[in-house]
C-alpha cells in the first residue's frame, strides 16, 4: 500500500482545508478492508492521532478536534479525507495519512503540512 497525501497549505485561524489521502497501487478490494487514519505532529511534540475511520465506517476523533473535523472515505476513489474547519494556530503541524490492514500492517504517508496562522 502506498499512500499520497496531499491539501496542506497555509490558512488564517477560522479557516478551512481538506486533506485528501489517497492509495496508489492498491487494488479496490484491499483498500476497502484497510482501517485509514490521520495524524499529526507540530514541531517537538510526539506524533498524534487526529481522526480514524475503520473499514465498517466506525469514526474516532480526538478531542481537540471534535466537531471541526470531518473524516471520510471513498473507496471507489481509494482515498481518504479530512475535512477541517475552524482551523485554530494550534491545528498546525504535518500531517501524515496511515492505513492499517486487516493482520496489522502499518503503512504512512509522507505527510502535508498545515500551517494556521492567527
Known amino acids: 500500500v502506498q499512500l499520497q497525501a496531499s491539501g496542506g497549505g497555509r490558512v488564517q485561524a477560522r479557516g478551512s482545508l481538506r486533506l485528501s489521502c489517497a492509495a496508489t497501487?492498491?487494488?479496490?478490494?484491499?483498500?476497502?478492508?484497510?482501517?485509514m487514519g490521520w495524524y499529526r505532529q507540530a514541531p517537538g511534540k510526539e506524533r498524534e492521532m487526529v481522526a480514524t475511520?475503520?473499514?465498517?465506517?466506525?469514526?474516532n476523533y480526538a478531542d481537540p478536534v471534535k466537531g471541526r473535523f470531518t473524516i471520510s472515505r471513498d473507496n471507489v476513489k481509494k482515498s481518504a479525507y479530512l475535512q477541517m474547519n475552524s482551523l485554530k494556530p494550534e491545528d498546525t503541524a504535518v500531517y501524515y495519512c496511515?492505513?492499517?490492514?486487516?493482520?496489522?500492517?502499518?503503512?504512512w504517508g509522507q505527510g502535508t503540512q498545515v500551517t494556521v496562522s492567527s
Open positions: 475511520i475503520g473499514s465498517r465506517g466506525n469514526i
Open positions: 497501487r492498491s487494488i479496490l478490494s484491499v483498500f476497502t478492508g484497510l482501517d
Open positions: 496511515k492505513a492499517t490492514t486487516s493482520y496489522g500492517s502499518i503503512f
